[in-house]
């Protein structure tokens, strides 16, 4: 095992940088869950709405009068 010199600490300090992705100055990730919970929010919006506006079934169909005579 090598010796350690005189001016040699016991451990070394590490300095991690961490940097956010940004678009237009917001974080990645906010963007990410925003649209997600955007997309939820509209497809359901749109399945309610296109279930409320089935068309009805149409009334049965009606049998012609009998001839006279």
């Known amino acids: 095992m ?15 940088e961490d940097r956010l992705r940004t ?3 917001l974080p990645a990730w906010l963007l990410t869950v925003t649209g997600g919970l955007a ?12 279930r409320s506006r089935r068309p009805e079934a149409p009334p049965p169909p ?7 005579g």
């Open 2 to 16: 090598p010796r350690r010199a005189a001016a040699d600490d016991a451990f070394q300090q590490v300095i991690h």
């Open 23 to 25: 678009a237009a100055g």
């Open 39 to 50: 997309l939820a929010v509209t497809t359901t919006a749109v399945l309610a709405v296109r």
């Open 62 to 68: 009606t049998r012609p009068p009998a001839p006279i």
